[in-house]
């Protein structure tokens, strides 16, 4: 993993506060780094995001502030423990973010409801000694887009959620899913690698 990653100088300082996530029209464009990491669980290709953003939901039981785009798509992003300052996060901070993306590692039809809430089966290595969280739930599919080989769900509580598929396997699949299916997923929850106040 790149060493720009900055894990142990998170500046929360100062800031007045999830995949992708600009303010509208005063930030430029992300930037994105592929990486991958070998564990006892495989490998990993992992995508660590680069961006400005602004705060728009903070999640204080969970450490995850929800992110606005300048499309207007949003996100939720965990941040670690390990990352103090959280407490300072505040609605409508611009923020300069890096974030490893959500990650698909299974999917497949259910037969099920929409779980209530999703169960927290283990973490994985996001790269650059970060941890992901991995989440098992039943979801209903918001949409489907192969051409970013990525999906969007609505999980507990009515947050959406977009997962990047990188394997071939599930990637094959996406085709045949469809909005409004439910699915159950596994996945890694997308994480802060590093949170700045932007000056923008």
């Known amino acids: 993993m790149n060493s720009r990653t900055k894990l142990s100088g998170l500046i929360l300082t100062g800031v007045g506060a999830g995949l992708l996530l600009l303010s509208r029209g005063a930030f430029a ?10 564990s006892a669980k495989g ?21 995850s502030v929800l992110l606005k785009s300048s499309d207007g798509s949003q996100n939720w992003v965990h941040v ?5 300052g959280f407490d300072r996060l505040k609605m409508n901070d611009k923020v300069k973010v890096d974030y490893y993306q959500s990650l698909a ?14 169960t927290q089966a283990g973490e994985r290595d996001l790269g650059a000694g970060v941890q992901g969280r991995e989440f098992r739930l039943s979801a209903k599919v918001v949409s489907v887009d192969p051409a970013t080989n990525s ?3 609505k999980g507990p509580q009515g947050r ?23 699915v159950q997923f596994d996945y890694t929850e997308a994480v802060a690698a590093d949170i700045q106040p932007s000056s923008d």
Request: charged share 20%.
């Open 105 to 118: 590692i299974s999917l497949a039809p259910s037969g099920s409801k929409p779980s209530m809430t999703a």
């Open 29 to 38: 464009a992300p930037g994105m780094e592929d990486s991958e990491v070998n």
């Open 160 to 182: 959406v959620r977009t997962v990047n598929v990188e394997d071939p396997a599930l990637q094959a699949k996406l085709p045949m899913l469809k909005p409004g299916q439910v």
């Open 151 to 153: 999906v969007t769900f």
């Open 43 to 63: 490998q990993t290709r992992s995508q660590l995001i680069h961006t400005s953003a602004t705060i728009i939901g903070i999640d204080n039981i969970d450490r």
């Open 80 to 84: 670690p423990e390990s990352f103090s």
